[in-house]
């Protein structure tokens, strides 16, 4: 690479089964909780959302599910910032996501992956 990315393309997936969350451009928007730092992002992008079900069995109820997957740009000082942060929350719409100790090695290994 010749210099560091403007942006980064930021994808939050959720997988449940109580029915679409994010369906609605208001419950999308995402707010990013780092060091008691709010950062508003604005809207989401919902990228793709399916319902799923498995088949029932004598041993298997039938099941379902609900799956999201929405997207946001981040400039890459965004990024960082997330990164360095000790406690990171996403707020996203009526959810709060906080990010554990493996999801932050995470993003530093990306971050530490695209510098010079």
């Known amino acids: 690479m010749t210099g560091y990315p403007e942006t980064i393309?930021?994808?939050?997936?959720?997988?449940?089964?109580?029915?679409?969350?994010?369906?609605?451009a208001q419950n999308r928007f995402l707010l990013?909780?780092?060091?008691?730092?709010?950062?508003?992002?604005g809207t989401m992008t919902l990228v793709?959302?399916?319902h799923y079900a498995f088949?029932?069995?004598?041993?298997?109820?039938?099941?379902?599910?609900?799956?999201e997957e929405l997207s946001i740009i981040l400039t890459y000082q965004g990024l960082l910032k997330?990164?360095?942060?000790?406690?990171?929350?996403?707020l996203l719409g009526g959810e709060t996501i906080r990010l554990r100790k493996e999801h932050l090695e995470?993003?530093?290994?990306?971050?530490?992956?695209?510098?010079?």
């Open 9 to 24: 393309e930021f994808h939050v997936i959720s997988d449940g089964t109580r029915g679409f969350k994010f369906n609605e």
């Open 32 to 41: 990013i909780d780092v060091d008691d730092e709010q950062i508003r992002l």
């Open 48 to 50: 793709r959302s399916k």
């Open 55 to 67: 088949g029932s069995s004598p041993v298997n109820a039938a099941r379902s599910g609900y799956l």
């Open 82 to 90: 997330i990164a360095e942060g000790k406690k990171v929350s996403l």
């Open 106 to 116: 995470a993003v530093r290994d990306l971050a530490s992956r695209i510098e010079l």
